[in-house]
């Protein structure tokens, strides 16, 4: 009865053992199971990466966020812009004085400058004329040669010791006779007596006298007072 007994306990025992052991089994393809599915199947929410269009690469991004064909054709590219609004560089004219109210073009009286004054001639060559800094002061010229004397001027000839000139200081203006080339420049380099060509249409200023050459003749004012002249015409005013 004992033995029955005791084979019997064996038997329990063992379908025990094995019962234990079938849900442990169980549970551990299960578990596998889970894991597999954890690492094998695809991750959506961890594959944006693959499915966006190369971030950081060219052309990544929507329209007009920095994106080389964002925004309008050629947007923050070198020549960028509409070249309709842009004028064309242009050299700029060269600056001319602008004629005064009498028709006459000042010019640069430093290169008129010379031996303490300021001498020029007319085109002709046959009118010398100076502004002088110093004795007899001034603005003077003398013709080289004329077809007319004033009746002011009775001593005057032609001749080279009795030239006719006008001169101008202080308000007082007056036609004389000279022998010597009071109003003519002399210049250091060779150059032609009387200094740089005053051309007609221009006018040379210095000291507050002004002299305008013309075609006929020259006319040296300050002040009010003044004179005119030429081969032709000698007055004061």
């Known amino acids: 009865m004992r033995t029955v007994l005791m084979l019997a306990a064996v038997v329990a025992l063992t379908g025990g053992l094995t019962a234990c052991g079938t849900e442990s089994g169980s549970s551990l393809p299960s578990t596998t199971t889970q894991h597999s599915a954890t690492y094998a199947s695809p991750a959506p929410s961890t594959g944006q990466p693959s499915s966006a269009p190369g971030a950081g690469s060219p052309g990544a991004g929507s329209p007009g ?8 054709p050629g947007a923050g590219s070198p020549g960028a812009g509409s070249p309709d609004t842009q004028a064309p560089d242009t050299p700029k004219p060269t600056a001319v004085p602008a004629p005064s109210k009498d028709g006459f073009t000042p010019v640069d009286a430093n290169k008129y400058q010379l ?8 085109p002709s060559g046959n009118i010398y004329c100076g502004i002088l800094t110093q004795a007899p002061y001034g603005v003077g010229c003398q013709l080289a040669s004329t077809n007319y004397i004033s ?5 005057c000839t032609d001749a080279p010791d009795r030239k ?6 202080q308000g007082k203006s007056e036609l ?10 002399i210049p250091q380099d060779g150059s032609p007596a009387g200094g740089v060509v005053l051309n007609y249409a221009e006018s040379l200023t210095v000291n507050g006298y002004t002299c305008s050459s013309s075609s006929q003749g020259v006319r040296c004012v300050s002040g009010g007072h003044g004179f005119a002249i030429s081969a032709d015409d000698q007055h004061t005013f």
């Open 65 to 72: 966020t920095g994106s080389p064909d964002a925004g309008s």
């Open 115 to 122: 031996d303490g004054g300021h001498y020029f001639r007319s």
């Open 151 to 155: 009746p002011k001027l009775p001593n």
């Open 164 to 169: 006719v000139a006008a001169h101008l200081y």
């Open 176 to 185: 004389l006779c000279t022998s010597q080339g009071i109003f003519v420049g």
